[in-house]
């Protein structure tokens, strides 16, 4: 028989703000984790109420960059092994029991985790990329093994070895509706335009006219978003916009900001 003292221990991470809808069936996914370790950022629901009464760790704080915030988490976590997930997402059945039966050797590194991306109640398989969306990612790893950058949407990555990729996967509420994945375009246009002069990038309108068409294509053709009828055109067309409004945006606000005079 297996000595369970000796098993090694997963934290469960969830980083969030102001989530109370999804809260309640996040956690109760990740009841088998060994830790539950929930940070809320500038949350003013219910979300540290339900954290609390779940049996989760919390740490509240205010974090102006993501990777500040997951980086906090990671390092805050007890056990070596991190499982990171967020509100929208669900931990099947299966996927932790494979979990448990990854982390048994304790070897340093990551697995890539696949994604089942959710609109409202479909299911949609095909079209996404790392602009709209994804199919697998780095969840399930050891402390050191994935560290986040400072970028405020996708932040980069530094990761240590690659252990392979699990064969179950998360469950993705990724949006409720078009508006929603509308609204989702508009906050990650406008995160990446406050990168770009941040870094004193200077986005060029060639390029995202180019990008219309090559991105378009890639997701409706090349990944198939054709199969799922509208819901393909729409991110089709979110992945073909894209480097079109951060252009727009970062016009905008460099013309603001050289209409606002200094304070003294």
Partial sequence: MTDQSKMPGVSALVVARNEEEHLPDCLASVAFADEVLVVLDRSTDRSAEIAKAAGATVIEGA???EGERRNLGIDSCRHNWVLEIDADERVTPELAKEVRERIVDSQEGYYLVPIRNHIGSREVKFGWGAYNG?????RLFTKGAKIWGFQRAHPKLTLGTRRGIL???FIHYVDRDLSDMFDRLNRYSTWMAED???NGQ????IQAIRRLFSRFFRVYV????YREGHYGLALGYFAAVLPLLIYLKVREMRSVQAETPPTE
């Fill in 222 to 225: 090349s990944r198939k978003g």
């Fill in 63 to 65: 974090w102006e960059i």
């Fill in 196 to 198: 770009a002069i941040a």
């Fill in 134 to 138: 994804t199919n697998s990612a780095i």
């Fill in 167 to 169: 064969n179950n996967g």
């Fill in 202 to 205: 200077s986005p060029r309108l």
